[in-house]
């Protein structure tokens, strides 16, 4: 007898004891950036959360959804370009779940999904562009991508919010060749800035002398401050040129003063 009312003590106890952690089990604490997509059955119920909810243990069940924006490293991807050069590149998207209950059940792995649609976009936007657009360009091509990945992904419930190209990797062959373009380019601008400063100083000197010519002793008097200059230089000899027509000019001057 003793017998079996501890056995039937023990049962009783088990029995509170697992209607105890049932009851528990039903209490969930979702955090304010957690939402919670809560299956009936195997049906879709309803999104909970943040915060206390209720989960019936068997006849419901709960997917946690994170709700922060995730950032990914999308790993370098082997890309050729428009003009048939080929570079490896790597980016970084940033995006998060806006829908739970899209994401939960319109793709087994939005992670895992969103790592490969980036991948792929990635190699065929850029493989649309030339090496120079790839890189002076980039602002432009990370707006490409992140619409196109926003637009892909939005069946899903994610949000694109942002993508970065961070390296464009090339070969020692075509680093190579770049920097001869680029030497070859600054010679180029060093010579027609040469031959702008040429023509500039032309024009100024048509003028400056056609001022001159109006004035005689204007000439006089640049051949003097010029002398002054040199002379300033303290030179043993000092190698002068005089031109006739200064002479000339100076003689007529000389016979005028005189006459009068």
Known sequence: MEFLVYSSEIFWTSVIFLVLLIVLSMFKILREYERGVIFLLGRFYKVKGPGFIIVIPLIQQMVRVDLR??????????????????????????????DSQKAIINVENFLEATSQLAQTTLRSVLGQHELDEMLANREMLNDDIQE????????????????????????????????????????RRAKVIHASGENEASTALVEAASKLAQEPNAILLRYLQTLTEIAGEKNSTIVFPLPLDLI??????LKKDNGG
């Open 69 to 98: 924006t995730v950032v990914m490293d999308v790993p370098s991807q082997d890309v050729i370009s428009r003009d048939n050069v080929s570079v490896r590149v790597n980016a970084v998207i940033y995006f998060r779940v806006i």
């Open 248 to 253: 000339s000019s100076l003689t007529a001057t």
């Open 148 to 187: 196109i990945l926003d637009t892909r992904s939005d069946a899903w419930g994610i949000k694109v919010s942002n993508v970065e190209i961070k390296h464009v990797d090339l070969n020692e062959t075509m680093i190579r060749a770049i920097a001869r373009q680029a030497e070859a380019e600054r010679t």
